[in-house]
């Protein structure tokens, strides 16, 4: 297992789109979660039978995207959003990683709720709602130099050598919003 370098930069992996992606480039166990187009929270919910689900909410607040991340919500540089970083957890052990960014101007109409969602799980209330649309999704393999490997793997007791994740934009009554959802290794293979 790698350690993690504390001083890690905001280096970010490549993103691909899913339709590039091939099977024999992920781990089994992960393929079938990333390709899931369905509810998140739903599938680890009903994976984490006879467990208990909940949502950790690790961190909230204003911040800056990352670069790929204002590319894809079309935000200029400087332009500020809500960063909302959580871990799904079954019995009190992460399963994944989650880090969204809602950028300011999407606060407004239904979407200004996304601002107070406390540890009620995004995905319940994107799955809801009709006017939720999910677009482009994009895959990625997170190594130990990346910035998004280091905060999601920050509570587990041992670090992996790699993750995978994915992220989708989503459109919530015509307000976007980007997910980043990165699989932990304790995730189980089949549900």
Not at 48 to 73: A, D, H, I, N
Not at 117 to 145: C, M, N, W
Not at 178 to 187: A, K, T
């Amino acid at each position: 297992m790698n350690r993690l370098d504390p001083n890690t930069t905001r280096l970010e992996p490549n993103w691909i789109g899913w339709e590039r992606l091939r099977q024999s480039q992920v781990p089994g166990a992960v393929y079938p979660w990333l390709q899931d187009r369905a509810s998140l929270t739903a599938r680890i919910k009903s994976a984490c039978r006879g467990g208990q689900f909940r949502v950790r909410v690790v961190r909230q607040g204003w911040g800056r995207p990352l670069y790929s991340e204002l590319t894809l919500l079309g935000m200029r540089s400087g332009e500020i959003a809500i960063a909302r970083e959580v871990e799904l957890l079954c019995s009190g052990t992460p399963w994944v990683f989650a880090r969204t960014l809602i950028p300011a101007r999407s606060l407004s109409g239904p979407a200004r709720r996304l601002a107070h969602l406390g540890d009620k799980p995004l995905g319940e209330v994107l799955f809801s709602d009709p006017h939720a649309k999910r677009g482009v999704t994009q895959v990625s393999r997170l190594l130990p130099r990346h910035w998004l490997f280091t905060a999601a793997v920050r509570s587990l007791q041992e670090c992996p050598d790699e993750i995978w994740g994915r992220r989708s934009i989503f459109s919530l009554s015509g307000k976007l919003l980007l997910v980043n959802e990165i699989f932990l290794p304790d995730l189980p293979e089949r549900v």
